[in-house]
Nanobody
Framework: QVQLVESGGGLVQPGGSLRLSCAAS????????MSWYRQAPGKHRDLVAT???????NYADSVKGRFTISRDNAKNTVYLQMNSLKPEDTAVYSC?????????????WGQGTQVIVSS
């Protein structure tokens, strides 16, 4: 049974910073790409950032230069450092990972963590 558990969301003022974490656990053989998505109220879920197993990253234009994705493969954990936060960054942030487990390769999602940027 593979699980992704996020942490680190909360309320922050505009211009502030937050660091999200997402840890994968279970019978994991290998992890491919790990990504962060976000969904604002009334909007579609959008890709924020992704990092391949080899460290190649890709970011949404709206967060380039402000957000940084990183991962600790030894801990099966992906992070999202969010700086210079804006009210439009308010959303539920979810992590996603391609994981090879006893069930084969599958796509897994965390439960989501709320980020609110407001004064």
């Amino acid at each position: 049974q593979v699980q992704l558990v996020e942490s680190g969301g909360g309320l922050v003022q505009p211009g502030g910073s937050l660091r999200l974490s997402c840890a994968a656990s279970g019978s994991i053989f290998s992890i491919g790409a790990m990504s962060w998505y976000r969904q604002a109220p009334g909007k579609h879920r959008d890709l924020v950032a992704t990092m391949s197993s080899s460290g190649i990253t890709n970011y949404a234009d709206s967060v380039k230069g402000r957000f940084t994705i990183s991962r600790d493969n030894a801990k099966n954990t992906v992070y999202l450092q969010m700086n210079s936060l804006k009210p439009e960054d308010t959303a539920v942030y979810s992590c996603n990972a391609d994981i090879w487990s006893s069930a084969g390769w599958s796509d897994y999602w965390g439960q989501g963590t709320q980020v609110i940027v407001s004064s």
